[in-house]
């Protein structure tokens, strides 16, 4: 498995020290000869989403043709995590951010997810475990989950 990444905000301040230029960009695509299949980004990418996000990272997208993309940033909408840029079967999807809500009473579901790796039908699955539900930012050292099965 081949994973690249690229950090920051595209759409920020000139001066912003986490925006993401066309240099970096640039690099990443010329510095990676082949593809890859997993994209880590902190934006979304532009097109996918339905609120703003990252033409650059669109443009990486498109040229590298990684199978998965996970970023942040912006939050999940009505609990769908999957987006994707027109005329690309990479799959895009948002993890919901650790930050337990604005009151501190959400859960932490959507926060992380499973990935499977069989190429070429590798996915990614949002988890929502119950203890997951129950963790809030007063409790979540307390929470365990119960042992997997085998």
Known sequence: MRIAGIWGIENTRADAPYKITARAVQQLQEGVKQSFDLLLTHDAPAEAYPFGGSALITQIIRTKHPKIHLFGHVHPIHGRHEFSVADSLTKSLV???????????????????????????????????????????RNWEQVRAEPIAA
Do not use: A, C, N, R
């Open 95 to 137: 993890l919901k951010d650790v930050s337990f809500g604005k009151d501190g009473s959400e859960g932490l579901v959507g926060t992380m997810g499973l990935l499977e790796w069989k190429d070429p039908l590798s996915k990614i699955e949002i988890v929502s475990e119950d203890w997951l539900k129950q963790m809030h930012f």
